[in-house]
């Protein structure tokens, strides 16, 4: 659904060339999120590993239901298909971020 031109702006990317409408709603909404997230100063290196250590831990306490949603979602798919598709690769990047926290800075 295309909007009017009074509650959208058509805006571009680099990357494709084709217009793509965007609600004030959502932009106001990134703003804002964008000025909360300059706020407070950016966390230490100790936190940011602290938080990602917490976030691969909720991902795999939450292994299972992940797999029974997808499965759920797919009308079925295994298990192990969702651990390798899904699980593995999301565990590896927060090992690999907690790994770069820091050398990009």
Known sequence: MLLGP???????TPFERQPHFISES???QFHAMHAASRAEPPSSRQERKERLRALYD????????????IASD???????????AEVIPSLTAVVEA???V????
């Open 6 to 12: 009074a509650q959208s702006k058509i805006v571009t």
């Open 26 to 28: 959502v932009e106001a």
């Open 58 to 69: 909720a991902i795999l306490a939450a292994k299972g239901e992940f797999q029974e949603a």
């Open 74 to 84: 797919f009308g079925w798919r295994s298990h192990g298909e969702t651990l390798l």
């Open 98 to 100: 907690v790994r770069k």
């Open 102 to 105: 820091g050398k990009l800075e």
